[in-house]
């Protein structure tokens, strides 16, 4: 079949900076959530802010993951890294969040890059391993230095002053939050578009393939690594003014197994998908108040019956009832 | 450090490891058979302790009858994994098979904790008792049963591979999947009874555990052991794994004694990050080699 190729509408789709696709859409979306404050109360504010910073997670973790095709089981201690470094930071060395939190998100990048290292020549089953190699090891300092971290207690971290401002009540913070997410899914939107986002699918689909195009596979990797580590070391950051309060048992593997169930359950390689499940999967144990017990049970046949039965999750759903022809659809037979 | 001390951490470094020799065994076949890893695994010794303690508490069984009947359970519900879960997905992506397996182990680890919570049981075994004096060393019969019970276990998995029609065509589908189909050899009752055989080993090795640590849901973190054991052996033998499972032990055991409990935590993943960068293969494990 000859195919025409529509060379205006690549342009378009290449574009940058990006213009979404539905770009009333995302405006009316970020309209509601700027008015979020002025009729939720602070539950549902942190509730909120929750769910933006693991949009924020889900979509590093997805360029890694669902773009990259490198499994990470480590991706809640990036997290631990810029949370800890951002406020020790604030608390020991008395720097501005406004500087504490980039170089907490730095930090983390750092190490991604650093375990990058391993993922250049090692893939699928064994960087899992080596990940959770990594997670422990994470988990374990953190817990056995507890004149620097705290310990299995845990570090209480103040509400900051920003540029003269305190950040006091819940809608300053929420705002903050709010930018730096719309911030990140800007970036990491743009990321996916890019030369290096198709230089991430391209290693996903064949390694070699993608090397004999001219594209280094081991500096992609690293790439991926540290972008995704950067993204969750950032969330961390946000996490710790956030709740206020940081221990290692937040940054365990259950955490790291809830961040790829965002990205498998919304959709892989789609960031769109990554909003979808981070939100949904953010709003569930929400719903679940009344049997806390189960929430982990039911996250985990969430992840297993998508894995099973959706392979591309709520976005593969998203699209397949967007193309159907409905007046085909035959509801009642 | 005198010789006699020596010698007693050479002990519960070995039962220490035979521990994981055997998380290491049950990860080692399936992965051989059928080239999945399970994740769950450290999950089947959850799930064999608590069955076990089911039938121990609830039926009144002797200890001699529960572990057989415990190790069937297992094996069965092994089977069960492996028709429902990974048949479906086998040809999926390697992430969608590591994360399967995860979730499985998620969905019995918070199933056990809905139904017992948090709480540290105990199990009764008939041969815990006061330490044996050999000498100098002291030994607790407790571990000279997991040694006892893993030597058997090494010895009869030998022999089931070397010398049974069955074993052997295991092995062939080890080998070559395609290659034994030709041959006329059942590769999916092959990849079943694997999956049945390292459920039963990994509740055995949950079972051997109990009277020592007692019950509780965190039980399945020996997996992470046993995951390095069977990465110092190479993940492709089944002798590699045993090997690499008795030198964690006794790495750790020493580790712990010279420098103190943080550096004995840090070890085993240290070693495993080591050994994945530099020697992937393990000690014991031989490079696969792929046309492209």
Redesign the interface.
């Known amino acids: 079949m000859a195919s025409r190729v529509d060379i205006a509408a690549i342009h378009r789709r290449l574009a940058f900076p990006a213009i979404p696709k539905h770009l009333a859409l995302s405006a009316a979306l970020i309209a509601v959530l700027t008015l979020v404050p002025l009729a939720a109360g602070s539950y549902h504010i942190y509730l909120i802010e929750l769910a933006l910073l693991n949009v924020i997670v889900a979509i590093g973790l997805n360029l890694l993951?669902g773009n990259c095709?490198q499994?990470s089981l480590c991706h809640a201690s990036f997290m631990a890294i810029g949370a800890y470094t951002t406020a020790l930071l604030m608390t020991r060395a008395g720097l501005s969040y406004l500087v504490a939190l980039p170089v907490g998100a730095a930090a983390a990048a750092l190490l991604g890059a650093g375990l990058g290292f391993?993922a250049r020549?090692?893939?699928?089953?064994?960087l899992?391993?080596?990940t959770?190699?990594?997670l422990?090891?994470v988990q374990?300092?953190i817990e056995?230095s507890p004149d620097l971290t705290g310990g299995i207690r845990g570090l209480s971290v103040p509400r900051p002053h920003i540029l003269g401002f305190h950040l006091k009540s819940d809608a300053s913070v929420y705002y903050l939050v709010l930018a730096i997410t719309v911030a990140a899914v800007t970036v990491g939107a743009n990321l996916q578009r890019s030369r290096f986002g198709r230089a991430f699918d391209a290693i996903r689909q064949s390694s070699?393939a993608a090397q004999s195009l001219g594209i280094p596979p081991g500096q992609i990797k690293l790439l991926a690594f540290s972008v995704a580590a950067g993204f969750a070391g950032l969330a961390g950051g946000l996490f710790t003014i956030v709740v206020g309060f940081i221990d290692p048992t937040e940054f365990g593997i259950?955490a790291s197994?809830r961040h790829?169930t965002f990205i498998?359950v919304g959709g892989l390689g789609s960031v769109v998908g990554s909003i979808l499940g981070a939100v949904a999967l953010t709003a569930l144990p929400e719903l679940l108040r009344g049997a806390k017990?189960?929430s982990?049970?039911v996250?985990?046949?969430i992840?297993?019956g998508t894995?099973?039965f959706m392979?591309r999750g709520l976005k593969g759903l998203w699209d397949t009832l967007a193309k159907l022809d409905w007046r085909r659809v035959k509801i009642w037979p | 450090m005198s010789w006699q001390i020596a010698l007693q951490l050479a002990f519960s470094g070995l039962s220490v490891g035979s521990i994981y020799a055997l998380v290491a065994l049950a990860l080692v076949i399936p992965f051989k058979a059928s080239g999945v890893?399970n994740?769950a695994q450290g999950e089947m010794a959850t799930l064999g302790a608590y069955i076990g303690l089911a039938l121990a508490t609830n039926f009144g069984l002797p200890f001699l009858v529960m572990v057989p009947l415990t190790l069937l359970v297992a094996a069965g519900f092994g089977v069960l994994m492996e028709r429902l879960?990974v048949r479906?997905?086998i040809a999926?992506?390697?992430?969608?098979v590591?994360?399967?397996t995860?979730?499985?182990g998620?969905?019995i680890?918070?199933?056990v904790?809905?139904q017992w919570q948090d709480n540290l049981f105990t199990l009764d075994a008939p041969y815990v008792g006061a330490p044996i004096a050999l000498g100098p060393v002291r030994l607790n019969p407790a571990y000279l049963v997991i040694i006892a019970a893993t030597l058997s276990v090494v010895g009869l998995l030998t022999l089931f591979f070397a010398n049974t029609k069955f074993g052997k065509a295991m092995r062939a589908v080890a080998i070559d999947q395609n290659a034994a189909r030709l041959m006329g050899i059942g590769v999916g009752s092959v990849f079943m009874s694997a999956w049945a055989l390292a459920a039963a080993i990994g509740a055995l090795a949950g079972l051997l555990l109990a009277p020592i640590i007692g019950i509780t849901p965190e039980i399945g973190h020996l997996i992470?052991k046993g995951?390095?054991a069977a990465?110092i052996g190479g993940f492709t033998s089944l002798g590699g794994a045993v090997a690499g499972g008795l030198l964690l032990g006794l790495l750790e055991t020493y580790a712990g004694a010279f420098f103190g409990a943080?550096f004995k935590?840090?070890v085993p993943?240290?070693i495993?990050?080591a050994i994945?960068?530099y020697k992937?293969h393990g000690l014991f494990g031989t490079a696969a080699v792929k046309r492209?």
């Open positions: 993951t095709g499994i391993p020549r090692l893939s699928g089953l064994y899992a391993l080596v959770l190699g990594f422990e090891i374990i300092a056995e070699f259950s197994l790829i498998v017990e189960y982990d049970l996250y985990g046949a992840l297993l894995l099973l392979p | 890893l994740f879960v479906p997905i999926a992506p390697e992430f969608t590591v994360i399967a995860f979730a499985v998620v969905i680890k918070s199933a904790r809905v992470l995951l390095v990465v943080t935590n840090i993943f240290c495993l990050i994945l960068l992937p492209v």
